[in-house]
Protein backbone atom coordinates (compact mmCIF):
# COMPACT_ATOMS: atom_id res chain seq x y z
CA UNK A 1 0.00 0.00 0.00
CA UNK A 2 1.98 3.34 -1.50
CA UNK A 3 0.08 6.75 -1.72
CA UNK A 4 0.74 6.49 -5.49
CA UNK A 5 -2.01 3.50 -5.04
CA UNK A 6 -4.51 5.28 -2.46
CA UNK A 7 -7.45 4.67 -4.73
CA UNK A 8 -7.16 0.96 -4.40
CA UNK A 9 -7.34 1.72 -0.52
CA UNK A 10 -10.54 2.99 -0.99
CA UNK A 11 -11.53 0.67 -2.96
CA UNK A 12 -12.65 -0.92 0.48
CA UNK A 13 -14.08 1.95 1.87
CA UNK A 14 -17.39 2.42 3.24
CA UNK A 15 -19.82 3.84 0.35
CA UNK A 16 -21.22 7.39 1.13
CA UNK A 17 -24.66 7.48 1.95
CA UNK A 18 -24.92 10.99 0.12
CA UNK A 19 -26.48 10.07 -3.43
CA UNK A 20 -26.02 12.21 -6.52
CA UNK A 21 -29.73 13.61 -7.36
CA UNK A 22 -29.92 15.76 -10.18
CA UNK A 23 -32.92 16.91 -11.92
CA UNK A 24 -33.91 17.79 -15.09
CA UNK A 25 -33.91 21.91 -14.90
CA UNK A 26 -30.81 21.16 -12.47
CA UNK A 27 -29.07 19.38 -15.66
CA UNK A 28 -29.92 22.08 -17.56
CA UNK A 29 -28.55 25.05 -15.53
CA UNK A 30 -25.18 26.55 -15.81
CA UNK A 31 -23.99 23.98 -18.96
CA UNK A 32 -21.96 25.68 -21.10
CA UNK A 33 -21.96 23.37 -24.59
CA UNK A 34 -20.44 24.55 -27.63
CA UNK A 35 -21.60 23.76 -31.37
CA UNK A 36 -18.35 22.54 -32.48
CA UNK A 37 -18.80 19.64 -30.18
CA UNK A 38 -22.58 19.16 -31.30
CA UNK A 39 -21.81 19.22 -35.00
CA UNK A 40 -18.45 17.12 -34.26
CA UNK A 41 -19.73 14.08 -33.02
CA UNK A 42 -22.70 12.45 -31.47
CA UNK A 43 -20.37 9.78 -29.62
CA UNK A 44 -17.44 9.89 -27.31
CA UNK A 45 -15.69 7.88 -24.94
CA UNK A 46 -14.10 7.43 -21.37
CA UNK A 47 -11.68 5.04 -20.05
CA UNK A 48 -12.04 4.87 -15.86
CA UNK A 49 -9.86 3.36 -13.46
CA UNK A 50 -12.43 3.46 -11.04
CA UNK A 51 -12.36 0.57 -7.90
CA UNK A 52 -15.22 2.27 -6.05
CA UNK A 53 -18.79 0.89 -7.84
CA UNK A 54 -20.19 3.78 -5.79
CA UNK A 55 -18.45 6.34 -7.55
CA UNK A 56 -18.68 4.69 -11.03
CA UNK A 57 -22.18 4.95 -10.41
CA UNK A 58 -21.85 8.50 -9.87
CA UNK A 59 -20.19 8.98 -12.55
CA UNK A 60 -22.63 7.11 -15.08
CA UNK A 61 -25.57 8.78 -13.53
CA UNK A 62 -23.56 12.34 -14.71
CA UNK A 63 -22.61 10.72 -18.07
CA UNK A 64 -26.36 10.24 -18.49
CA UNK A 65 -27.77 13.66 -17.74
CA UNK A 66 -24.89 14.73 -19.76
CA UNK A 67 -26.15 12.40 -22.74
CA UNK A 68 -30.04 14.37 -22.08
CA UNK A 69 -28.97 17.79 -22.52
CA UNK A 70 -26.36 17.37 -25.34
CA UNK A 71 -27.65 14.46 -27.47
CA UNK A 72 -23.93 13.16 -26.83
CA UNK A 73 -23.78 9.28 -26.53
CA UNK A 74 -21.18 9.03 -23.84
CA UNK A 75 -19.82 5.33 -23.02
CA UNK A 76 -17.94 4.78 -20.18
CA UNK A 77 -15.08 1.42 -20.16
CA UNK A 78 -14.21 0.98 -16.37
CA UNK A 79 -10.51 -0.90 -16.08
CA UNK A 80 -9.04 -2.44 -13.57
CA UNK A 81 -7.18 0.15 -11.21
CA UNK A 82 -3.54 -1.76 -11.48
CA UNK A 83 -4.48 -2.70 -15.37
CA UNK A 84 -4.98 0.77 -16.50
CA UNK A 85 -1.56 1.40 -15.20
CA UNK A 86 -0.18 -0.92 -18.00
CA UNK A 87 -2.90 -0.25 -20.61
CA UNK A 88 -2.91 3.36 -20.43
CA UNK A 89 1.06 3.76 -22.28
CA UNK A 90 -0.77 1.63 -25.28
CA UNK A 91 -3.97 3.37 -25.78
CA UNK A 92 -2.79 7.00 -25.79
CA UNK A 93 -0.18 6.27 -28.45
CA UNK A 94 -3.27 3.66 -30.39
CA UNK A 95 -6.79 3.70 -30.00
CA UNK A 96 -7.21 6.91 -27.42
CA UNK A 97 -10.47 7.35 -25.70
CA UNK A 98 -11.84 11.07 -25.18
CA UNK A 99 -11.23 10.85 -21.38
CA UNK A 100 -9.15 9.15 -19.40
CA UNK A 101 -8.66 9.21 -15.53
CA UNK A 102 -5.08 8.84 -14.52
CA UNK A 103 -2.46 10.98 -11.63
CA UNK A 104 -1.58 14.41 -11.58
CA UNK A 105 1.81 16.21 -11.12
CA UNK A 106 4.76 13.69 -11.78
CA UNK A 107 3.11 11.09 -13.25
CA UNK A 108 0.88 13.52 -15.65
CA UNK A 109 4.28 15.47 -16.66
CA UNK A 110 5.66 11.96 -18.22
CA UNK A 111 2.72 11.80 -20.98
CA UNK A 112 3.08 15.62 -21.24
CA UNK A 113 6.39 15.29 -22.00
CA UNK A 114 5.62 12.65 -24.97
CA UNK A 115 2.93 14.72 -26.18
CA UNK A 116 -0.23 12.16 -24.96
CA UNK A 117 -2.29 14.62 -22.96
CA UNK A 118 -3.76 17.49 -24.81
CA UNK A 119 -3.46 21.54 -23.66
CA UNK A 120 -6.98 21.97 -22.10
CA UNK A 121 -5.72 25.52 -21.11
CA UNK A 122 -8.81 26.80 -23.15
CA UNK A 123 -10.68 25.04 -21.22
CA UNK A 124 -9.61 26.77 -18.01
CA UNK A 125 -9.87 30.04 -19.67
CA UNK A 126 -13.40 29.54 -20.74
CA UNK A 127 -14.66 28.21 -17.23
CA UNK A 128 -12.34 30.36 -14.67
CA UNK A 129 -10.83 27.45 -13.34
CA UNK A 130 -7.56 28.92 -12.08
CA UNK A 131 -9.94 31.40 -9.71
CA UNK A 132 -11.21 28.32 -7.85
CA UNK A 133 -8.31 25.74 -7.62
CA UNK A 134 -6.10 27.79 -5.99
CA UNK A 135 -2.63 25.93 -4.99
CA UNK A 136 -4.22 22.67 -6.22
CA UNK A 137 -3.57 24.30 -10.36
CA UNK A 138 -0.05 23.85 -9.72
CA UNK A 139 -0.19 19.68 -10.30
CA UNK A 140 -1.99 19.64 -13.44
CA UNK A 141 0.08 22.29 -15.03
CA UNK A 142 3.51 22.10 -17.04
CA UNK A 143 5.32 25.25 -18.44
CA UNK A 144 2.71 27.25 -17.58
CA UNK A 145 -0.45 25.27 -19.62
CA UNK A 146 -2.74 22.93 -18.01
CA UNK A 147 -3.34 19.49 -19.17
CA UNK A 148 -5.89 18.12 -16.81
CA UNK A 149 -8.39 18.57 -14.20
CA UNK A 150 -7.24 17.40 -10.54
CA UNK A 151 -9.93 15.53 -8.94
CA UNK A 152 -10.39 14.52 -5.66
CA UNK A 153 -7.06 14.52 -2.79
CA UNK A 154 -5.59 13.38 0.29
CA UNK A 155 -4.40 16.43 2.38
CA UNK A 156 -1.69 15.36 4.38
CA UNK A 157 -1.18 16.54 8.52
CA UNK A 158 -1.22 15.46 11.94
CA UNK A 159 -3.94 13.59 13.15
CA UNK A 160 -5.03 13.11 16.58
CA UNK A 161 -7.73 12.41 18.99
CA UNK A 162 -10.16 15.35 20.46
CA UNK A 163 -10.70 13.39 23.26
CA UNK A 164 -7.72 12.61 24.44
CA UNK A 165 -6.12 16.37 23.73
CA UNK A 166 -9.51 17.82 26.11
CA UNK A 167 -8.87 15.02 28.63
CA UNK A 168 -4.76 15.85 28.45
CA UNK A 169 -5.21 20.01 28.07
CA UNK A 170 -3.20 19.66 25.24
CA UNK A 171 -3.22 21.91 21.95
CA UNK A 172 -2.26 20.88 18.87
CA UNK A 173 1.45 21.90 17.92
CA UNK A 174 2.31 24.83 15.80
CA UNK A 175 5.93 24.93 15.67
CA UNK A 176 8.09 21.98 15.85
CA UNK A 177 9.25 23.13 19.42
CA UNK A 178 5.93 22.27 20.46
CA UNK A 179 5.92 19.09 18.49
CA UNK A 180 9.00 18.42 21.09
CA UNK A 181 7.39 19.78 24.08
CA UNK A 182 3.83 17.38 23.52
CA UNK A 183 6.14 14.47 22.34
CA UNK A 184 7.44 15.11 26.24
CA UNK A 185 3.69 15.37 27.32
CA UNK A 186 2.91 12.48 25.76
CA UNK A 187 5.80 10.37 26.63
CA UNK A 188 5.01 11.02 30.52
CA UNK A 189 1.54 9.87 30.17
CA UNK A 190 2.67 6.74 28.89
CA UNK A 191 1.60 7.16 24.79
CA UNK A 192 3.91 7.64 22.00
CA UNK A 193 4.03 11.16 20.67
CA UNK A 194 3.75 10.27 17.03
CA UNK A 195 2.16 6.88 15.73
CA UNK A 196 4.76 5.49 12.78
CA UNK A 197 4.33 2.35 10.59
CA UNK A 198 7.41 2.00 7.91
CA UNK A 199 6.79 -1.54 6.93
CA UNK A 200 5.31 -0.40 3.44
CA UNK A 201 7.90 2.55 3.73
CA UNK A 202 6.01 5.45 2.19
CA UNK A 203 4.97 6.89 5.51
CA UNK A 204 8.69 7.97 6.20
CA UNK A 205 8.55 9.81 2.63
CA UNK A 206 5.68 11.99 3.91
CA UNK A 207 7.85 13.04 6.88
CA UNK A 208 10.79 14.08 4.54
CA UNK A 209 8.11 15.67 2.49
CA UNK A 210 6.84 17.62 5.78
CA UNK A 211 10.40 18.32 7.02
CA UNK A 212 11.95 19.57 3.91
CA UNK A 213 8.71 21.53 2.64
CA UNK A 214 8.68 23.84 5.69
CA UNK A 215 12.36 23.99 6.08
CA UNK A 216 13.30 24.38 2.03
CA UNK A 217 9.77 25.60 0.77
CA UNK A 218 7.88 24.38 -2.57
CA UNK A 219 10.86 25.44 -5.00
CA UNK A 220 13.65 23.50 -3.85
CA UNK A 221 11.61 20.71 -3.10
CA UNK A 222 10.49 20.36 -6.57
CA UNK A 223 13.94 21.01 -7.38
CA UNK A 224 14.99 18.08 -5.36
CA UNK A 225 11.86 16.19 -7.02
CA UNK A 226 12.88 17.00 -10.83
CA UNK A 227 16.37 15.60 -10.04
CA UNK A 228 17.85 19.09 -10.63
CA UNK A 229 18.84 19.27 -6.91
CA UNK A 230 21.31 17.02 -5.26
CA UNK A 231 20.58 14.86 -2.19
CA UNK A 232 24.16 16.07 -1.28
CA UNK A 233 23.26 19.74 -1.01
CA UNK A 234 24.06 21.46 2.07
CA UNK A 235 20.17 22.59 1.82
CA UNK A 236 19.15 18.75 2.64
CA UNK A 237 21.15 18.38 5.60
CA UNK A 238 19.23 20.45 7.94
CA UNK A 239 16.33 18.59 6.86
CA UNK A 240 17.71 15.02 8.40
CA UNK A 241 19.71 17.31 11.01
CA UNK A 242 15.91 17.92 12.39
CA UNK A 243 14.60 14.66 11.63
CA UNK A 244 17.19 13.14 13.52
CA UNK A 245 16.91 15.19 16.41
CA UNK A 246 13.07 13.50 16.54
CA UNK A 247 13.94 10.11 16.59
CA UNK A 248 16.69 10.65 18.73
CA UNK A 249 14.20 12.48 21.31
CA UNK A 250 11.99 9.44 20.96
CA UNK A 251 9.80 11.17 19.47
CA UNK A 252 8.55 7.95 16.96
CA UNK A 253 7.13 4.38 17.86
CA UNK A 254 10.00 1.68 18.23
CA UNK A 255 10.65 -0.91 15.70
CA UNK A 256 8.15 1.07 13.31
CA UNK A 257 9.82 -0.77 10.21
CA UNK A 258 7.85 -3.81 11.49
CA UNK A 259 4.73 -2.37 11.22
CA UNK A 260 2.48 -1.26 8.87
CA UNK A 261 0.35 2.14 8.60
CA UNK A 262 -3.07 0.28 9.59
CA UNK A 263 -1.33 -0.89 12.89
CA UNK A 264 0.06 2.64 13.60
CA UNK A 265 -3.33 4.03 12.83
CA UNK A 266 -4.64 1.46 15.45
CA UNK A 267 -2.20 3.06 17.77
CA UNK A 268 -3.87 6.58 17.52
CA UNK A 269 -7.62 5.05 17.64
CA UNK A 270 -6.86 3.03 20.88
CA UNK A 271 -5.12 6.04 22.66
CA UNK A 272 -1.58 4.44 22.97
CA UNK A 273 -0.59 7.35 20.25
CA UNK A 274 -0.77 11.43 20.79
CA UNK A 275 -1.16 12.22 16.76
CA UNK A 276 0.28 10.69 13.67
CA UNK A 277 1.48 11.82 10.28
CA UNK A 278 -1.09 10.47 7.51
CA UNK A 279 -4.37 11.72 5.33
CA UNK A 280 -8.45 11.56 5.83
CA UNK A 281 -7.81 7.77 5.12
CA UNK A 282 -6.92 7.65 8.46
CA UNK A 283 -10.43 6.93 9.84
CA UNK A 284 -10.46 3.34 8.58
CA UNK A 285 -8.18 2.45 11.15
CA UNK A 286 -10.70 3.95 14.02
CA UNK A 287 -14.21 2.12 14.66
CA UNK A 288 -16.84 4.03 13.30
CA UNK A 289 -18.70 4.87 16.40
CA UNK A 290 -15.13 6.96 16.75
CA UNK A 291 -14.29 8.39 13.99
CA UNK A 292 -15.97 12.00 15.18
CA UNK A 293 -13.06 12.18 17.47
CA UNK A 294 -10.28 12.65 14.69
CA UNK A 295 -9.15 16.03 14.50
CA UNK A 296 -6.46 17.34 11.83
CA UNK A 297 -4.00 20.06 12.34
CA UNK A 298 -0.90 21.31 9.76
CA UNK A 299 2.41 20.17 10.22
CA UNK A 300 4.32 22.52 12.22
CA UNK A 301 6.26 25.22 11.43
CA UNK A 302 10.50 24.32 11.42
CA UNK A 303 11.53 27.71 10.03
CA UNK A 304 10.04 30.69 10.85
CA UNK A 305 9.14 32.61 7.69
CA UNK A 306 8.64 29.65 4.87
CA UNK A 307 5.37 30.33 3.29
CA UNK A 308 3.06 26.89 3.92
CA UNK A 309 3.03 24.46 1.32
CA UNK A 310 1.43 21.30 1.68
CA UNK A 311 1.19 17.80 -0.03
CA UNK A 312 -1.97 17.52 -1.60
CA UNK A 313 -1.60 14.16 -3.68
CA UNK A 314 -4.18 14.61 -6.42
CA UNK A 315 -6.13 12.47 -9.16
CA UNK A 316 -6.88 13.57 -12.13
CA UNK A 317 -8.47 13.36 -15.67
CA UNK A 318 -7.20 14.19 -18.87
CA UNK A 319 -8.11 14.56 -22.84
CA UNK A 320 -5.55 12.59 -24.52
CA UNK A 321 -3.76 13.81 -27.31
CA UNK A 322 -5.11 11.44 -29.70
CA UNK A 323 -8.47 11.89 -28.45
CA UNK A 324 -10.91 11.89 -31.74
CA UNK A 325 -13.73 14.47 -30.30
CA UNK A 326 -11.64 16.78 -28.20
CA UNK A 327 -14.13 19.63 -28.18
CA UNK A 328 -16.95 16.78 -27.10
CA UNK A 329 -14.69 16.39 -24.14
CA UNK A 330 -14.02 19.30 -23.37
CA UNK A 331 -17.82 20.09 -22.91
CA UNK A 332 -18.64 17.03 -20.71
CA UNK A 333 -15.31 17.98 -18.88
CA UNK A 334 -17.18 21.42 -17.95
CA UNK A 335 -20.71 19.61 -16.97
CA UNK A 336 -18.95 17.01 -15.09
CA UNK A 337 -17.04 19.54 -12.60
CA UNK A 338 -19.32 21.89 -11.65
CA UNK A 339 -19.26 22.46 -8.12
CA UNK A 340 -22.48 20.27 -7.65
CA UNK A 341 -21.80 17.31 -9.83
CA UNK A 342 -17.86 16.94 -8.67
CA UNK A 343 -18.82 17.09 -5.50
CA UNK A 344 -21.15 13.64 -5.64
CA UNK A 345 -18.46 12.17 -7.62
CA UNK A 346 -15.58 12.85 -4.64
CA UNK A 347 -18.09 12.78 -1.60
CA UNK A 348 -17.97 8.72 -2.13
CA UNK A 349 -14.77 8.51 -1.20
CA UNK A 350 -14.11 10.99 0.83
CA UNK A 351 -11.95 12.88 -1.11
CA UNK A 352 -10.74 16.34 -0.52
CA UNK A 353 -12.29 18.73 -3.82
CA UNK A 354 -9.55 21.32 -5.53
CA UNK A 355 -12.36 23.61 -6.03
CA UNK A 356 -12.83 26.08 -3.58
CA UNK A 357 -17.08 26.65 -4.41
CA UNK A 358 -17.99 22.79 -3.88
CA UNK A 359 -20.83 22.32 -1.61
CA UNK A 360 -19.63 21.12 1.85
CA UNK A 361 -18.67 17.40 2.58
CA UNK A 362 -20.51 15.25 5.26
CA UNK A 363 -17.11 14.38 5.90
CA UNK A 364 -16.04 16.76 9.01
CA UNK A 365 -12.51 15.51 7.88
CA UNK A 366 -13.01 16.89 4.35
CA UNK A 367 -14.43 19.92 5.70
CA UNK A 368 -10.87 20.50 7.71
CA UNK A 369 -9.46 19.91 4.85
CA UNK A 370 -11.26 22.28 2.40
CA UNK A 371 -10.64 24.81 5.29
CA UNK A 372 -6.83 24.22 5.86
CA UNK A 373 -6.53 24.32 2.17
CA UNK A 374 -7.84 28.13 1.77
CA UNK A 375 -3.93 29.50 3.72
CA UNK A 376 -1.25 26.99 1.37
CA UNK A 377 0.46 28.82 -0.52
CA UNK A 378 1.04 26.02 -2.95
CA UNK A 379 1.42 21.88 -3.21
CA UNK A 380 3.64 19.15 -4.15
CA UNK A 381 1.70 15.66 -4.35
CA UNK A 382 4.02 13.57 -2.18
CA UNK A 383 7.31 11.99 -2.78
CA UNK A 384 6.65 8.64 -4.97
CA UNK A 385 4.28 10.49 -6.98
CA UNK A 386 6.45 13.82 -7.29
CA UNK A 387 9.40 12.24 -8.75
CA UNK A 388 10.79 9.68 -11.27
CA UNK A 389 9.60 5.92 -9.92
CA UNK A 390 13.42 4.37 -9.91
CA UNK A 391 14.27 7.71 -7.57
CA UNK A 392 10.77 6.95 -5.48
CA UNK A 393 11.70 3.49 -4.86
CA UNK A 394 15.61 4.36 -3.30
CA UNK A 395 14.23 7.37 -1.61
CA UNK A 396 11.52 5.17 0.67
CA UNK A 397 13.88 2.57 1.01
CA UNK A 398 16.59 5.27 2.11
CA UNK A 399 13.87 6.94 4.35
CA UNK A 400 12.84 4.10 6.00
CA UNK A 401 16.50 2.80 6.90
CA UNK A 402 17.28 6.85 7.98
CA UNK A 403 14.06 6.21 10.76
CA UNK A 404 15.88 3.02 11.99
CA UNK A 405 19.53 3.87 11.82
CA UNK A 406 19.86 8.16 11.52
CA UNK A 407 23.72 7.96 12.06
CA UNK A 408 23.83 6.19 8.45
CA UNK A 409 22.17 10.03 7.12
CA UNK A 410 25.52 10.42 4.94
CA UNK A 411 26.29 7.12 3.78
CA UNK A 412 21.85 7.37 2.77
CA UNK A 413 22.30 10.42 1.15
CA UNK A 414 25.59 9.61 -0.90
CA UNK A 415 23.52 6.66 -2.12
CA UNK A 416 20.35 8.71 -3.09
CA UNK A 417 23.03 11.02 -4.98
CA UNK A 418 24.11 8.53 -6.79
CA UNK A 419 20.77 7.31 -8.03
CA UNK A 420 19.64 10.77 -8.90
CA UNK A 421 22.53 10.96 -11.28
CA UNK A 422 21.92 7.34 -12.94
CA UNK A 423 18.21 8.50 -13.43
CA UNK A 424 18.25 11.98 -14.55
CA UNK A 425 21.99 11.52 -15.90
CA UNK A 426 23.32 14.49 -14.48
Request: net charge neutral; with cysteine.
Amino acid sequence: MTPKDITTLLKGAPASRRHFLIGAGTALAGISLSAPALAQSKEMTIISNIGNASQREVLQRIASEYEKVSGVKVTINNMDHEAHKTAIRSYLVVGAPDICFWFSGNRMKAFVKRGLFDDISDLFERENYKAVLGPTLNAVTVDGKQYGLPLGGLLWGLFYRKDVFAEKGWSPPKTINDLLGLGEQAKSAGMVPVSMGTKEMWPAAGWFDHMNLRINGLEKHMALMDGTMSYTDPAILPVFDKWAELINAGMFSANSTSSGWEQASAALAQKKAAMMDLAGFIKYGFPEGQQDQIAFTPFPQVVEGVARYEDFALNSIHVPKNAKNKESARDFLAYFYKPDNLSAFLETESAVPPRSDCPPSKDPLVNAAVESLKTVEGSAQYYDRDTDPDMAQEGLKGFQEFMAKPDRRDQILERLEGTRKRIFKT
